[in-house]
C-alpha cells in the first residue's frame, strides 16, 4: 500500500506545526506494510495546493493523507467534506488573505473525500485516541488544500483516495490560552491508527 502523508508547515506566529511533527516523526518508523511518502505543505494559497499535487503525481500513492492544525479543537477530527470557498482573515504565509473566493472557478461546490471515514474513527478510538468525524474542514489552506486534491482526483479519472484529518494544537502553542490542546505523543498514536486502518 502506498499512502502519502502531508503536514503543513508553521503559519500564523508559531514555530512549530503538529501536522508536520507527526508527519516526519511516522516517517522514522513507518507501519508495517505501507509504502510511506511524506511531504511538507506550504502555508500559501499558490504552493500549497500545487505541492500537494505534484507529490501526489510523481508518487502516485493508493491514499493520501493530509494533516492539519485546527487550533481550538480537543480531538482528532476526522474531515468528510471540502467546500469550494476561500475565506480567511488570518494571513497565509504569503501576507495574502482571501474573502468569499471559490478555490475551483466553476468547480463542483464540494467534494467529499473517499477515505472510509467512520473506520478511521472506530480505528482510532480503538487506540485510545479522543477522535470525531467533521463536517467543516474550515476554508483557510486544509480545505483548500483537500479540495484541490479531491478535485484533481476526480478531473483526471485517479483511483487514490484522499482524507484529511485535523490535529488540535500543542499544548505549549497555547500555554497563555484557554482552548484545548493534546500531546505529540497521543497525536501521532492517533494517526498511526488511521494509517494501519487505511493499509488494511
Given at each position: 500500500?502506498?499512502?502519502?502523508?502531508?503536514g503543513?508547515?508553521?503559519?500564523?506566529g508559531?514555530?512549530?506545526?503538529?501536522?508536520?511533527?507527526?508527519?516526519?516523526?511516522?516517517?522514522?518508523?513507518?507501519?508495517m506494510?505501507?509504502?510511506?511518502?511524506?511531504?511538507?505543505?506550504?502555508?500559501?494559497?499558490?504552493t500549497?495546493?500545487?505541492t500537494?499535487v505534484?507529490?501526489?503525481?510523481?508518487?502516485?500513492?493508493?491514499?493520501?493523507?493530509?494533516?492539519?492544525?485546527?487550533?481550538?479543537?480537543?480531538?482528532?477530527?476526522?474531515e468528510?467534506?471540502?467546500?469550494n470557498?476561500?475565506?480567511y482573515?488570518?494571513?497565509?504565509?504569503?501576507?495574502?488573505?482571501?474573502?468569499?473566493?471559490p478555490?475551483?472557478?466553476n468547480?463542483?461546490?464540494?467534494?467529499?473525500?473517499?477515505?472510509?471515514?467512520?473506520?478511521?474513527?472506530?480505528a482510532v478510538h480503538?487506540?485510545?485516541?479522543?477522535?470525531?468525524?467533521?463536517?467543516?474542514?474550515?476554508?483557510?489552506?486544509?480545505?483548500?488544500?483537500?479540495?484541490?486534491?479531491?478535485?484533481?482526483?476526480?478531473?483526471?479519472?485517479?483511483?487514490?483516495?484522499?482524507?484529511?484529518?485535523?490535529?488540535?494544537?500543542?499544548?505549549?502553542?497555547?500555554?497563555?490560552?484557554?482552548?484545548?490542546?493534546m500531546?505529540?505523543e497521543?497525536?501521532?498514536?492517533?494517526?498511526?491508527?488511521?494509517l494501519?486502518?487505511?493499509?488494511?
Open positions: 500500500m502506498k499512502i502519502l502523508l502531508t503543513f508547515e508553521p503559519f500564523g508559531s514555530n512549530v506545526n503538529p501536522s508536520l511533527q507527526i508527519v516526519r516523526s511516522i516517517a522514522t518508523s513507518p507501519p506494510d505501507i509504502e510511506l511518502q511524506i511531504a511538507m505543505l506550504p502555508v500559501d494559497r499558490i500549497g495546493p500545487s500537494a505534484v507529490a501526489v503525481e510523481s508518487f502516485r500513492p493508493d491514499v493520501v493523507l493530509c494533516l492539519g492544525q485546527a487550533t481550538g479543537r480537543d480531538a482528532l477530527s476526522i468528510r467534506v471540502a467546500i470557498l476561500m475565506d482573515s488570518l494571513a497565509d504565509n504569503a501576507g495574502v488573505v482571501v474573502t468569499d473566493e478555490i475551483i472557478l468547480g463542483p461546490a464540494a467534494y467529499f473525500v473517499s477515505v472510509p471515514v467512520r473506520n478511521l474513527l472506530s480503538a487506540a485510545h485516541v479522543p477522535a470525531r468525524l467533521s463536517t467543516t474542514a474550515g476554508t483557510f489552506l486544509c480545505n483548500q488544500v483537500l479540495y484541490v486534491l479531491l478535485h484533481h482526483v476526480a478531473v483526471n479519472t485517479l483511483q487514490t483516495r484522499v482524507g484529511f484529518i485535523h490535529v488540535p494544537a500543542l499544548p505549549e502553542q497555547v500555554v497563555e490560552q484557554t482552548v484545548p490542546s500531546s505529540l497521543t497525536m501521532i498514536t492517533g494517526v498511526r491508527a488511521a494501519e486502518c487505511l493499509a488494511h
